[in-house]
């Protein structure tokens, strides 16, 4: 599962897109969002999710059920 | 930044006579345009108060923190930086940062290359304009990318702008070398506590080396931060500016402790802002009903303070895309699609030339009001009154009661005027019709003035004032403002000592709460 960002809620402040350990992140329309194929939950690298964990505004940055669970490729 | 910046050097700008200038302004702002008067315990010549020689003669004529220079020089703020490495009980993210800015503002967000464009097309229009400040919305230096181009591009184009940046400080020692090699005039943080425990109640959480940090432990990283940025700063003599938000119960007796540590280390000027919270800004603290403190509690605190070192009371809390004198805002005439259109003609001439002018303007009201300080030598008394004053800069009184959007607040006593503050108020009367509801909240931001000193007034809101018992004073219309306040306050003892009238303390005053947002 990757995550996503609820688009209604967020800002834009933009804090999250340099955070991503994966380049994930970046703007469109006036918000930003998550390439799901690229986020790794940030598996890897940190301990929490560096988009949750910067983000302002609670329950914007979540986990996207309709995404398959991200699997280290071999 | 080339294509974007495109500065035509064209047809020479006319000088336009300072008065001129002043007028358009007044006319743009509906006549709200008065400027701060300086720090406050610099009320006096010797304004060098304990300051170390070497940063009194950086401060002494800085546009922003000269207790004279600031009516004649403008700033403006860019709105480059919007994410932020924290949390404020006071803030909602989805408006500016509310630690430089009124809370509950959005600007407009720039890149650095339309944040150029920008001041060069401020610099051309406003001649005085010589200060440029990144300020928000987010936290500056929790976009460093953003803010140092700025820098260095500003830097580049207009070197005789002085640049400034206002920050959290959690981020602050890991920039603190980019700052002194970009030439930063001056760094404000702004610093709430210096105890965890009420940093607990201030801050909810951190985000500090990918984590996020909650409670004491996060209150305890950022306090540690934030002075250990300071002292880095003032040991690169860069000057410093502390801003401390005043949170009754949770951080007012606590400040006068953060006052102590910040001047310890060196910071010239100490700022003391009001909370401003109300529930339709969403934040925690509007939310929670915490509220702001009385116009009689915030002197109390700036004056329990003064004695340590200069308190600054012109801070208006202004927002992070702001343009003008302090107190002032143009940004409605520098939106990003105006400014595109502008025919930008960035004249370092001119400006210089311009800027002499202002300056001997200055001069000669700094040496007219040092004839004035000396009136009230040979009496002794233990009254201090208020007074309002309507202007619209200068150090004069000159504002129209009805157009004043606000007050500047003198502290009268046989040792002089001291300008203590100001007092926002929503426009008495619109276009010349006096507006009736207005009027009574006009008089509870003054209510603890024994006098309001007006260019002119109308019959009706003249009867209320006295009413209310504020005496409208309008016989100094267009004199300058201390001597004429010492002059009335000479006549006021006069009065009191023959028995015609009775000296009686005013009741407190409210500070006006709601975002400054310029109709
Ligand atoms: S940090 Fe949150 S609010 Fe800011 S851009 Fe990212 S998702 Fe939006
Ligand atoms: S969870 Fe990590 S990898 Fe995924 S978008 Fe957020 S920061 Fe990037
Ligand atoms: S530092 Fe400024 S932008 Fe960041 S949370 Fe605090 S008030 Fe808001």
Redesign the interface.
Same mark, same amino acid.
């Given at each position: 599962m990757a995550y996503k960002i609820v688009k209604s809620q967020c800002t834009a402040c933009a804090a999250c897109e340099p955070e991503c350990p994966n380049n994930a992140i970046r703007e469109k329309d006036g918000t930003f969002i998550i390439k799901p194929e690229k986020c790794t939950e940030c598996i890897g690298y940190f301990d929490d999710p560096q988009c949750v964990a910067v983000c302002p505004v609670e329950n914007t940055c979540i986990i996207d059920a309709a995404c398959p669970r991200y699997q280290a490729t071999a | 930044m080339r294509q974007a910046i495109d500065v035509s050097i064209g047809g020479v700008q006319e000088m336009k006579p300072l008065d001129k200038v002043m007028q358009k302004m007044a006319e743009h702002k509906g006549c709200g345009m008065s400027a701060g008067s300086g720090k406050a315990s610099c009320g006096s010549a010797a304004g060098q108060g304990d300051l170390a020689p070497e940063v009194w003669e950086k401060v002494k004529n800085h546009p922003c923190y000269s207790e004279e220079a600031h009516h004649h020089y403008a700033r403006m703020h860019v709105a480059v930086a919007?994410?932020? @490495?924290m949390?404020c009980n006071y803030c909602n $993210?989805?408006y500016d940062c509310a630690n430089e800015s009124r809370p509950g503002v959005v600007s407009e967000k720039l890149t650095p290359q339309q944040a150029v464009r920008k001041v060069l097309a401020v610099a051309s229009a406003i001649p005085q304009m010589t200060v440029l400040g990144i300020a928000g919305p987010?936290d500056p230096l929790? @976009?460093p990318e953003k803010t140092f181009k700025t820098f260095e591009l500003i830097s580049k184009v207009a070197p005789d702008i002085k640049l400034c940046l206002s920050t959290n400080g959690l981020a602050l020692p890991d920039h603190v070398d980019t700052i002194k090699n970009l030439n930063v005039d001056h760094v404000t943080i702004t610093i709430n506590m210096i105890d965890p425990e009420v940093g607990a109640e201030i801050y909810p959480w951190i985000?500090y080396k990918? $984590?996020?940090i909650k409670g004491r432990e996060a209150a305890k990283i950022l306090a540690e931060r934030q002075l250990q940025g300071l002292d880095m700063l003032t040991e690169r003599g860069i000057l410093c500016k502390v801003n401390s938000v005043m949170i009754p119960g949770i951080n007012d007796r606590h400040l006068v402790d953060v006052n102590k540590a910040v001047k310890s280390r060196g910071a010239f000027l100490h700022n003391i802002m009001p909370l401003i919270s109300s529930p339709e800004h969403g934040t925690v603290f509007g939310l929670t009903g915490q509220r702001g403190p009385s116009a009689q509690e915030l002197k109390g605190l700036q004056d329990s303070c003064e004695g340590q070192m200069n308190m600054m009371r012109h801070c208006r809390q202004c927002r992070a895309d702001a343009v003008g004198l302090l107190g002032e805002d143009r940004s409605a005439e520098f939106t990003t699609e105006k400014i595109m259109e502008m025919d930008v003609n960035y004249d370092a001439d001119t400006r210089k030339a311009y800027q002499q002018m202002v300056e001997q303007e200055r001069r000669s009201k700094v040496a007219a009001r040092q004839g004035g300080l000396s009136q009230v030598t040979g009496e002794t008394s233990d009254i201090r009154v208020l007074v309002a004053v309507a202007t619209q800069g200068l150090g004069r009184i000159n504002e129209h009661f009805g157009h004043a959007r606000e007050f500047q607040v003198y502290e009268l006593s046989t040792g002089g005027a001291k300008f203590v503050g100001h007092r926002r108020v929503d426009l008495y009367c619109r276009g010349g019709y006096g507006e009736k509801d207005s009027l009574p909240t006009v008089i509870r931001a003054i209510n603890d003035c024994h006098a309001v000193f007006v260019a002119k007034i109308g019959g009706c809101p003249r009867g209320e004032l006295i009413q209310a018992g504020i005496e409208p004073v309008d016989r100094y219309a267009h004199e300058f403002i201390e001597q004429s306040a010492i002059a009335w306050f000479k006549g006021y003892l006069d009065r009191v000592k023959r028995a015609e009238i009775r000296h009686t303390a005013r009741g407190d005053a409210d500070i006006r709460q709601g975002a400054y947002v310029v109709a």
């Open positions: - | 919007p994410s932020c @490495n949390q $993210r989805k987010g929790a @976009n985000f990918h $984590r996020r």
